[in-house]
């Protein structure tokens, strides 16, 4: 009985195991892709702020009148 219970509790160790790589490895995968989007929206943050300033100087030469 107790043969039969150590070999149900390594066999489940083997399959938590395998569990773990994989989920380690979407893990690992998922990082990249919040780089990548990381660098994306920097460089959409920085033409945001490119409108801002195009955005004000217009508003500035209509209220100066040029």
């Given amino acids: 009985m ?3 219970a150590l ?3 390594e066999t489940h160790e083997k ?3 395998l569990r ?5 490895k979407e ?3 998922l990082q990249v892709r919040l780089e990548k989007g990381n660098t994306r929206f920097t460089k959409l ?3 945001i702020w490119g409108l801002y300033v195009v955005t004000a100087g217009f508003g500035m030469g209509k209220f100066m009148g040029l």
């Fill in 7 to 9: 070999q149900r509790v």
């Fill in 20 to 24: 773990y790589k994989y989920i380690e």
């Fill in 2 to 4: 107790s043969e039969q």
């Fill in 15 to 17: 399959e938590c195991a």
């Fill in 27 to 29: 893990l690992k995968g």
């Fill in 45 to 47: 943050e920085a033409m």
